[in-house]
């Protein structure tokens, strides 16, 4: 296993962001490639020059690394490129799939751009599949882990009205869904990283407190709140609803191993 390296010109594989490109070694021969790159979409508020890193870390990377494996002379097997389920923008109580289209907001141009950049590779015939990321629930990282403080002291609650959608997915189904497309020969395209049972912000709440045995009886943060407080990154991605599901799942042979939430948190509680 290989990782891309930013600093060091004389690794294996280099990316250069000045020129925009991507250095593979020529005597390396790869079967699989995963692409995960690019800048924390929730590290801080969205001003203009952040907004320009999330989305130039996500697609000029993408566009350098699909360009390299295209002119590769030992193509990979399969390119597994990340994206995100923001490609549908906020679908309110609306429930979507990978049949529906492109939202119109900021996340779903970054989405829908990381795609698009993967089509050096599409031309080049290398299996490519967008994993379209929903919320993964991880005690190590993400929503869940930075949760757990606040409910653990009892400070956990809704944030809004609580009536916006959540559409995640458990760790380990993620590594699962990951090693089936990159097994399976027959898969590609976007498909939905997400457990097919969405819930409202309410219903999370209250399914992390029961696991904590704490009370989640105030709300964590009024709207009005969350606006002043992080801008339209809080309205986005802490108001904003995405009750998104998937329908290749079934396509592809895959059933999630946690798709109730309640086991999926705590599972990854212990």
């Given at each position: 296993?290989?990782?891309?390296?930013?600093?060091?010109?004389?690794?294996?594989?280099?990316?250069?962001?000045?020129k925009?490109?991507?250095?593979?070694?020529?005597?390396?021969?790869?079967?699989?490639?995963?692409?995960?790159?690019?800048?924390?979409?929730?590290?801080?508020?969205?001003?203009?020059?952040?907004?320009?890193?999330?989305m130039?870390?996500?697609?000029?990377?993408?566009?350098a690394?699909?360009?390299?494996?295209?002119?590769?002379?030992?193509?990979?097997?399969?390119?597994?490129?990340?994206?995100?389920?923001?490609?549908?923008?906020?679908?309110?109580?609306?429930?979507?799939?990978?049949?529906?289209?492109?939202?119109?907001?900021?996340?779903?141009?970054?989405?829908?751009?990381?795609?698009?950049?993967?089509?050096?590779?599409?031309?080049?015939?290398?299996?490519?599949?967008?994993?379209?990321?929903?919320?993964?629930?991880?005690?190590?990282?993400?929503?869940?882990?930075?949760?757990?403080?606040?409910?653990?002291?009892?400070?956990?609650?809704?944030l809004?009205?609580?009536?916006q959608?959540?559409?995640w997915?458990?760790?380990?189904?993620?590594?699962?869904?990951?090693?089936?497309?990159?097994?399976?020969?027959n898969?590609?395209?976007?498909?939905?990283?997400?457990?097919?049972?969405?819930?409202?912000?309410?219903?999370f709440?209250?399914?992390?407190?029961?696991?904590?045995?704490?009370?989640?009886i105030?709300?964590?943060?009024?709207?009005?709140?969350?606006?002043?407080?992080?801008?339209?990154?809080?309205?986005?991605?802490?108001?904003?609803?995405?009750?998104?599901?998937?329908?290749?799942?079934?396509?592809?042979?895959?059933?999630p191993?946690?798709?109730?939430?309640?086991?999926?948190?705590?599972?990854?509680?212990?």
């Amino acid at each position: 296993m290989f990782g891309l390296d930013r600093g060091d010109t004389g690794a294996a594989f280099h990316y250069s962001a000045e020129k925009r490109e991507i250095r593979l070694d020529p005597g390396i021969e790869l079967d699989a490639v995963v692409n995960l790159a690019g800048a924390n979409i929730s590290a801080r508020r969205w001003s203009p020059d952040y907004k320009r890193l999330i989305m130039d870390s996500r697609v000029e990377l993408t566009q350098a690394l699909a360009a390299a494996l295209a002119a590769s002379a030992h193509k990979p097997r399969v390119l597994l490129s990340a994206t995100a389920i923001g490609f549908y923008g906020d679908t309110g109580a609306e429930t979507v799939d990978e049949s529906c289209p492109r939202g119109t907001d900021f996340l779903a141009d970054v989405a829908g751009n990381w795609e698009a950049a993967c089509q050096p590779a599409l031309d080049a015939g290398i299996r490519t599949v967008n994993m379209r990321f929903g919320v993964v629930l991880s005690r190590n990282g993400g929503v869940l882990k930075e949760m757990l403080l606040p409910f653990k002291l009892g400070g956990g609650g809704k944030l809004g009205d609580g009536r916006q959608y959540m559409s995640w997915i458990a760790l380990s189904d993620v590594i699962s869904l990951v090693e089936l497309c990159l097994r399976d020969d027959n898969i590609s395209g976007p498909i939905n990283f997400v457990s097919g049972r969405p819930a409202t912000n309410a219903e999370f709440t209250r399914a992390l407190g029961k696991a904590l045995r704490r009370p989640t009886i105030s709300p964590f943060l009024q709207a009005w709140l969350v606006r002043l407080l992080f801008g339209e990154m809080g309205e986005t991605l802490l108001l904003g609803s995405n009750r998104v599901v998937s329908r290749r799942h079934e396509e592809i042979g895959f059933t999630p191993s946690a798709p109730n939430l309640a086991d999926a948190i705590n599972l990854e509680l212990g």
